[in-house]
């Protein structure tokens, strides 16, 4: 079996816990996202609470998109607490490089490991102190701009460094792949981006305790929303019913339709 | 005049305005819930301003679910200006029994004596000490087994309690209601069950003033959100369709209409 | 050509960043909206990034609904920020009035000029000191009893002021529009109103550094609305469908499709 279909199946079949510590923005479309693909979501965000939920959680979510202060006090020690009980956790850096909280923080969170991180290619450039970091949440820079970088990165912190774009790049120490499908619509949707760290996030927690690999956990959870991507753009044409065909779409595709609809290529 | 079809035309018929303290994932679907009810939704988180709209407000919804200190600041000032000023008020117990912070909050909170509890069995049970608390905001206990437990919280608290699943549980110190419908897609979409907590208090806050009985109200908030989801069902087979289908069919069903799509027994 | 079209199409020529300062409810439709219009949004709360960002993004919304006393202490600085770069800001006074943390802080941000308010007639009259500011967001006073109050804040302020309602009420120190068109729906749809104000920031900012006036900017972002809301009520009789149809609408209209389908009239 095709590794993307068997981190898929893993999923739908042990429905992993993914606690998120998100930002303001995307909260319900993350949950809405999680619960379609077949994983669990919980946002717990007080230090104290976060802190012991990381360790029992599946996997967890970081995203330093608009945060409180309090959110950012709890990041480090749930990351912490999720590497010392051995689960996995993803690092989003929302317009890191464009800001400074955020980027110092990114930085410590860095150190404890995530198990990948995704972002836009201005962001990863970003947090490798390569760019100014785009608009907000808006890329400046092209996906294949950031390659070496995130391969640097990957190599450095032990980590699986997915850049998001037209064609996605996941990147490992020693392995790269591109998916490309998806729709010219999904940025207009917010929260996209966002949930698929969250999905990522999920991937990892039904793969690795499945004995699957890292990095076609990573490849698995762009591959589906880019499959999505497609289908909804075949029923929809402005983003509002978009939106909802995209949700739909995440719910209805098996793995196997998954890997039909869109190109995956190690190179 | 059935009791349900009463509360829920005296929803329509007062409007009544909500005032709610709930968790980030959910603000925006809970409040397009209650405006689809007929009632007016009004979030009021800081502690100052809470406990000014709380005694003003129709009814208050304190959810449990992810909350910043600052709203845990508000909570117990929000919930005892609402006794003082004579207003029902709705605990929605999220994940209590799982996490610390909040289920010591959850207890205390309870004291003011909320007009009913709503959650899921692991929640009930959580609250009154005796389950870990499910997964999050997932129940790991069947409705049924928290029957006795509703009960004896019902009774010791003065309170209604309502225990959410397949089949509902509304328990009164000397009355169990069973209302069943809805559809399995409902808990795949965020927020249905926050949003119940939140209906709850706009039937309460239309039905005290109407003279018309608390139990009643809790049970017709249940009906019409096990309406909505038949008649969702019968036109989405997906959760993002779903979401829309059953938010218009909250707002187009007669009172009437819900007590013909919904089985609602006393036992 | 029309001046309103001028600017709508000024919206999707430059694509304006809007730094929103939002309430906890409406960040996603709000994002979502922007993006349909043309625009970027980025939510960016706390106060050092706040202050940063207000000088870097095209214009800024303070929007005053259920915020946190962290967003309270970043709204100052960030409108300090955006006059000091020469950024258009606008100032959504949620239930200003009614709730006194907030009202003290309007008075406060109105120091600082800006480009815009928009609001209910209660909002209006509330910000002025003329009323107790309805219910929530919810207005209890009409739009046209607001009149000689927007006028007079229009002038003392040397601020443009949006009266929303059935009839929207465009007024500076010496011009009224009047703009008509929408539908009963919108204000079912959580958001609709605080999403406006963020769209008002957007044409300020494609149309200020275009040469194109203020008030026909704040004119621009109504007759937007309006319009959508009249394509989505011939599409869609329920709140969750209409939602779809709006921002789909949103997206889809030409500028000329929208001056052909409202009413824009000065008096």
Known sequence: MNQVTAVLNEVRASSPLVHCITNTVVPEITANVL??????????DLP?????????????????GNGSSEQHRAMPLAAASAVAHDR???????????????TRLARELLEQTPAAVRGNPSEILGL????????????????EDALATARGLASRVG????????????????????????SDLMPLVIGTGCSLGATVAACLGAALPAGLGRHDAVVAAHALFAAAGTVAARQA???GSFRTAWIDALYRLTPDEVVGLVTIRDA
Chains 1, 2, 3 share one sequence.
Do not use: K, Q
């Open 88 to 102: 996995p956790w993803v690092l989003d850096p929302v317009a890191v490089g464009a800001l400074p909280v955020r």
């Open 237 to 239: 044409s402005a983003p």
């Open 48 to 64: 104290e609470e976060a802190e012991i939920f990381a360790g029992v959680a599946s996997a967890l979510l970081i995203n330093l």
């Open 128 to 143: 490798a102190g390569e760019s100014a970091g785009g608009r907000g949440v808006d890329s400046t820079d092209a996906v």
């Open 35 to 44: 619960l379609a693909v077949g994983a669990a979501p919980a946002m717990i």
């Open 159 to 182: 980590t699986v460094v997915a850049v998001s774009g037209p064609v996605d790049l996941i990147v490992s120490a020693d392995r790269t792949t591109r998916v490309t499908g998806g």
